[in-house]
């Protein structure tokens, strides 16, 4: 472990004034110890995580603050074991089904009292995946978007919109097809690509909840609500919509087909924006649109995968975990962490300033505004592992053989009988 007292030197210059401003709600100097695990071990987020300590150390010159950042892999397999024993006072995680197995083993704290209030409003697009039980379990510091981002220059040849709408999203499909052109590009090679298309349809034709207790193992994969998702996605199965021969592709060696503009949009995380602007497509050739509503009933909610910390149960210093758990949140600290030069993705304070970057405007202001249904962490986060890989098999060999539906679901059904025990 290390103390990061008087270390650091200015890996981010100019954001002591955070010292001041990041704590306006009264909060006294903190005295004592405060110990930190992370699994932020890549360079640049290892810089946000020893940025924080610092200006944090700033901010309560009397705090021990004791940094032990763990690989990220590596990490995984050992949380339960420094949870249980020896435990940090803060600890990072993932937000909603991730963290239940350590809720449900009581090793969690429950902090819902700092959620009141001023927290719940600033974080309501993220307070449904922080919540099990009817309590908070922890706060995120990060997420990213997902949704449709398309050839709007092949959209403006069509005289397509973006489609607010299920039946203008299957209009906009056929126009696409009828022009020679695939509606979309995807790599199911490794099966979780898959498992966007299954989120989302899912999540429009049954809500938020629905997905969260299906991936929870309490919904049966025969039930007729299930059988509605995969009713809606084998229209556009039927159609043709998605590329040929997707389960030979990376995702990523699925792009050229929507750079070469044999294909018109793809379903995917913020992350493939990077690589579409390196293969030639640029602001006035690619934009976003949120997957459009399918069950007028239904709130909208997003896949926006959720970087979080907790505040272990077996912790030695509280009050001054929840201290550190609150600046995390603040709409300026949030606004530094996720800035182009830091984390590069989206704050989840929706008082916080986002990076001048298209994309990543479009993605806060739909997470903040417009995903009143709640926020998933994608399937293979909120399923278990075990679930996670029949199923995203059985999503993949759907999109290749629609009509074995049936003998699908019964597989995915008898793999949760035994799975969740």
Known sequence: MMSLKSKMLAVFAGTTMLAGSAFADGHSKLSGDLVIFSDMSNPAPRAVMEGMVERFEEMHPDLNIQLTVIDREAYKTQIRNFLTADAPDVANWYAANRMRPYVDAGLFEDVSDIWEGTMSEELASTKG???????????????????????????????????????????????????????????????????????????????YQFHADLTGGKIEWTDERVKATFANWKELLDMGAFIDDHTAYSWQESLPFMTNGDAAAILKGNFAVAPLREAGLDDSKLDFHQFPAINGDVELAEDAPTDTFHIPANA??????????????????????????????????????????????????????????????????????????????????????????????????????????
């Open 316 to 421: 030695q210093n509280k009050d001054n975990a929840k201290a550190f758990l609150k600046f995390v949140t603040s709409a300026e600290n949030q606004t530094l962490i996720n800035a182009g030069d830091a984390l590069g993705q989206l704050p989840v304070n929706n008082k916080s300033s986002v990076d001048d970057d298209k994309f990543l405007q479009e993605g806060f202001d739909m997470l903040s505004n417009n995903s009143t249904g709640g926020v998933a962490q994608f399937f293979d986060r909120d399923a278990p592992a075990e679930m996670a890989k029949v199923a995203m098999e059985g999503f993949q060999e759907f999109m290749v053989k629609p009509d074995e539906l049936d003998r699908i679901l019964g597989k995915l059904e008898r793999a949760r009988g035994r799975i969740y025990k």
């Open 129 to 207: 995946a922080m919540t099990l039980d009817g309590k908070q379990w922890g706060v995120p510091y990060t997420y990213y978007q997902w949704g449709v981002y398309y050839r709007k220059d092949i959209y403006e040849e069509l005289g397509l919109s973006e489609p607010t709408n299920w039946e203008e999203f299957k209009a906009n499909c056929q126009a696409v097809i009828d022009s020679g052109k695939k509606c979309f590009t995807l790599g199911s090679k490794f099966l979780w690509t898959a498992a966007g298309w299954f989120d989302y349809l899912n999540m429009r034709t049954n809500g």
